[in-house]
């Protein structure tokens, strides 16, 4: 597929746009210096409040972190606090107990369940469910993309090839440097920001709650993942924020550790539902390579009709820089795509990459913008290893731990009941009582988003 010619001509345009901007620019230079001393000045003139040369209002006290707000939250008397909700990202429960000098891996998920309420969370919820929503959403945008791709009148608006979309380190540099990517970025939300959608929407209908009476806090391996819930049309209901606070890995070890509660000595308890429980393609979100094994679990079978002889995408796994693979898809005797199977019947072919670190992305940008290489479908994570090495997670000296943290990646998912989102009955359920179709009118108004090209102003 040519998909890569597309990305070149709209990187060449740009690329003239930007020329033409610099030159009409005719402001004199200024040395850095000089906007350093004035900016010192500014800065001190607002300290000191309204004067005689400036009578702006002195700058707002700075906020307290996210994890304080969540404390201050839990402090209250229960009359008087918010329904208090948590979700746990895929790659936080492999590092936790890092923060207490144990293994990956050594505390279980149930026990940091039980560990979350009792600091005072009324639900804990899996954010597996919000990657299990992603694949549901985004397999299908990839599909349409695709279809349209086949009989060649391919949609301006969603070119291909798709990149993902859940990673904000990523999307920010989309955003800030490459913004003539964005019409090839997925459309899709977070895991995160999906599953927060779902809670002040879907779930506290169910609960006999209002969203601005929850109080929904995200514990994340990444630090990005703040910024990316202070987007201000992340509020679905126009009420309160999706996901109010955002706390990392690190933090709520330390919480845990400052309260004395020794998470791998407690009883496990399950998940809330019915937004709580996930599976093992939504765990391997964690890892770099895992949205792609994920989304390709379930594309294969809605396309051939078929289960996989073997669910583990081999090519896809590792720490590698970039991987490629190719996957040869027969559609299955009523699959929309049987048209475009060939006289042959050979099938459909898709052409994958994974990019491992921001790196490699700008690598692989590269090689797309000169028609060097062409991908359907490519995957990006901006930490090295993906989630399990984000910026939120515990820091450690042992040069191995990326490799001991996939390890525990990819063994909580052959352990896991599930492994294919789509068949998750709690996501199935969803679809049929709120939802609708993935993809369709009320999806693409909950679970779907925009870009701005220049970045968001002062997102952190």
């Given at each position: 597929?040519?998909?890569g010619?597309?990305?070149?001509?709209?990187?060449?345009?740009?690329?003239?746009i930007r020329?033409?901007?610099?030159?009409?620019?005719?402001?004199?230079?200024?040395?850095r210096?000089?906007?350093?001393?004035?900016e010192?000045?500014?800065?001190?003139v607002?300290?000191?409040?309204?004067t005689?040369?400036?009578?702006c209002?002195p700058a707002?006290?700075p906020?307290?972190?996210?994890?304080?707000?969540?404390?201050?939250?839990?402090?209250?008397?229960k009359?008087?606090?918010?329904v208090?909700i948590a979700?746990?990202?895929?790659?936080?429960?492999?590092a936790?107990?890092?923060t207490?000098?144990?293994?990956p891996?050594?505390v279980?998920?149930?026990?940091?369940?039980?560990?979350?309420?009792m600091?005072?969370?009324?639900?804990?919820?899996?954010?597996?469910?919000?990657?299990?929503?992603t694949i549901?959403?985004?397999?299908?945008?990839?599909?349409?993309?695709?279809?349209?791709?086949l009989?060649?009148?391919?949609?301006?608006?969603?070119?291909?090839?798709m990149?993902?979309?859940?990673?904000?380190?990523?999307v920010?540099m989309?955003?800030?440097?490459?913004?003539?990517?964005?019409?090839?970025?997925?459309?899709?939300?977070?895991p995160?920001?999906?599953?927060g959608?779902?809670?002040?929407?879907?779930?506290?209908?169910?609960?006999?709650?209002k969203?601005?009476?929850?109080?929904?806090?995200?514990?994340?391996?990444?630090?990005?993942?703040?910024?990316?819930?202070?987007?201000?049309w992340?509020?679905?209901?126009?009420?309160a924020r999706?996901?109010?606070?955002?706390?990392?890995?690190?933090?709520?070890?330390?919480?845990?550790?400052?309260?004395?509660?020794?998470l791998?000595?407690l009883?496990?308890s399950?998940?809330d539902?019915?937004?709580?429980?996930?599976?093992?393609g939504?765990l391997?979100f964690?890892?770099?390579?895992?949205?792609?094994?994920?989304?390709?679990?379930?594309v294969y079978?809605?396309?051939?009709?078929?289960?996989?002889?073997?669910?583990?995408f081999?090519?896809?796994r590792?720490?590698?820089g970039?991987?490629?693979?190719?996957?040869?898809?027969?559609p299955?005797?009523?699959?929309p795509f049987?048209?475009?199977?060939?006289?042959?019947?050979?099938?459909?072919?898709?052409?994958?990459?994974v990019?491992?670190g921001?790196?490699?992305?700008k690598?692989?940008?590269?090689?797309l913008?000169?028609?060097?290489?062409?991908?359907?479908?490519?995957?990006?994570m901006a930490?090295?290893?993906?989630?399990i090495?984000?910026?939120?997670?515990?820091?450690?000296?042992?040069?191995q731990?990326?490799?001991?943290r996939?390890?525990?990646?990819?063994?909580?998912d052959?352990r896991?009941?599930?492994?294919?989102?789509?068949?998750?009955?709690?996501?199935?359920?969803?679809?049929?009582?709120f939802?609708?179709e993935?993809?369709?009118?009320?999806?693409?108004?909950?679970?779907?988003?925009?870009?701005?090209?220049?970045?968001?102003p002062?997102?952190?």
């Amino acid at each position: 597929m040519a998909s890569g010619l597309l990305l070149k001509q709209r990187s060449v345009c740009l690329s003239g746009i930007r020329e033409v901007r610099y030159a009409v620019s005719v402001r004199p230079p200024v040395s850095r210096r000089a906007v350093v001393a004035a900016e010192r000045r500014r800065l001190v003139v607002r300290a000191a409040g309204p004067t005689a040369e400036c009578d702006c209002p002195p700058a707002p006290a700075p906020k307290a972190p996210h994890w304080q707000q969540t404390l201050d939250e839990l402090a209250k008397p229960k009359e008087q606090r918010k329904v208090m909700i948590a979700q746990i990202a895929p790659a936080v429960r492999v590092a936790i107990a890092e923060t207490m000098g144990l293994n990956p891996g050594d505390v279980t998920v149930g026990q940091m369940v039980t560990g979350l309420r009792m600091l005072g969370f009324d639900y804990v919820f899996d954010t597996l469910f919000g990657a299990d929503l992603t694949i549901m959403e985004e397999g299908t945008e990839l599909l349409h993309r695709l279809q349209d791709h086949l009989e060649q009148h391919p949609n301006k608006e969603e070119p291909l090839p798709m990149f993902t979309s859940c990673c904000p380190g990523w999307v920010a540099m989309v955003e800030k440097s490459n913004p003539e990517l964005i019409p090839y970025l997925s459309s899709c939300k977070s895991p995160q920001m999906m599953l927060g959608a779902v809670i002040k929407n879907y779930f506290a209908a169910e609960a006999g709650a209002k969203p601005e009476d929850i109080c929904n806090v995200s514990v994340m391996p990444c630090v990005r993942k703040q910024g990316e819930a202070d987007r201000e049309w992340f509020n679905t209901t126009g009420l309160a924020r999706d996901v109010d606070h955002v706390m990392t890995t690190a933090e709520l070890g330390k919480i845990f550790v400052e309260r004395g509660i020794k998470l791998n000595e407690l009883q496990e308890s399950p998940f809330d539902n019915p937004v709580g429980e996930g599976s093992g393609g939504g765990l391997l979100f964690g890892t770099t390579g895992g949205v792609m094994e994920a989304a390709l679990r379930t594309v294969y079978e809605v396309v051939t009709q078929k289960p996989l002889d073997r669910i583990v995408f081999e090519d896809v796994r590792g720490l590698e820089g970039i991987k490629e693979s190719t996957l040869h898809l027969t559609p299955g005797p009523t699959s929309p795509f049987k048209a475009f199977a060939g006289a042959d019947g050979a099938g459909i072919t898709l052409n994958i990459a994974v990019a491992n670190g921001l790196g490699n992305a700008k690598k692989l940008i590269k090689q797309l913008a000169a028609g060097e290489s062409k991908y359907d479908f490519i995957e990006v994570m901006a930490c090295p290893g993906g989630c399990i090495g984000g910026g939120g997670q515990p820091r450690s000296a042992d040069k191995q731990i990326l490799q001991k943290r996939q390890a525990a990646m990819y063994d909580l998912d052959e352990r896991a009941v599930i492994r294919r989102s789509h068949e998750n009955p709690l996501i199935g359920a969803l679809y049929e009582k709120f939802l609708g179709e993935p993809n369709g009118h009320k999806a693409h108004e909950l679970l779907h988003t925009h870009y701005v090209a220049g970045g968001v102003p002062d997102e952190k």
